[in-house]
Every structure is written in C-alpha cells, then in structure tokens.
Nanobody, 125 residues
Framework: QVQLVESGGGLVQAGGSLRLSCPTS????????MGWFRQAPGKEREFVAG????????VYGMSVKGRFTISRDNAQNTVYLQMNSLKPEDTAVYYC??????????????????WGQGTQVTISS
C-alpha cells in the first residue's frame, strides 16, 4: 500500500507563505512524477503544480505561476509546495498525488495513481 500524507496547511494572512510537504511511504513503487491539486468548496479540483523528475519537468497552474514552487527531496521521498504571496482565493484543501507513468500529463487528475487525504489551507484577507 502506498501512502501520501500531506502536512503544512493552516491559516495565514494574505501575503504570507506556507510550505506543504508530502512524503511517500509504504511499498516500494517507482514513482516518476507527483503533483499538487486543490479544491475549494463548490468548485472542481484544480491543478496547482506538478514535477516529473525523470524528464526534469515542472509545470504550474496559471493562477499560481510565479508564486508557488514545487520541489522534491529524493533522499526523503518527499515533494514540497512552497507557497508565497498567498491570496484569499488560494483557500482550499490541497492534495498531493503520485504516478508511476513516465509520460503522464501532469495537469490531469486522471494521470495520478495515488492520492493523499488533503490538508486545509485558509488565507484570511
């Protein structure tokens, strides 16, 4: 069983920063890419950022580009999402996801095989 457990969410004021973490654990699997998505109440799940370390690709959603940074610590099998200049519209539950498919399209939820339970991020104005 593969497990992804997000952490680092919380309540911050607009303009502030948060760093989300997503370590992977469980059975050994050959993940090739991971991504972050978010979902606000009443809205569809939105792609935030993705990273494919096999192909050296990082991709960002338009609404976060220039403010968020995705990275991976190979030794810790952990993916991070550094979020700066946060806005109230960034408020959502943030999910990390992993895939074993080398050529998975990072921005599509269907590309991912494993998902975490989510962590709440709330930005106050």
């Amino acid at each position: 069983q593969v497990q992804l457990v997000e952490s680092g969410g919380g309540l911050v004021q607009a303009g502030g920063s948060l760093r989300l973490s997503c370590p992977t654990s469980g059975r050994t699997f050959s993940s090739t890419a991971m991504g972050w998505f978010r979902q606000a109440p009443g809205k569809e799940r939105e792609f935030v950022a993705g990273i494919n370390w096999i192909r050296s690709i990082t991709v960002y959603g338009m609404s976060v580009k220039g403010r968020f940074t995705i990275s991976r610590d190979n030794a810790q099998n952990t993916v991070y999402l550094q979020m700066n200049s946060l806005k109230p519209e960034d408020t959502a539950v943030y999910y990390c996801a992993a895939t074993e498919r080398t050529y998975a399209v990072l921005g599509y939820p269907a590309s991912y095989d494993y998902w975490g339970q989510g962590t709440q991020v709330t930005i106050s104005s």
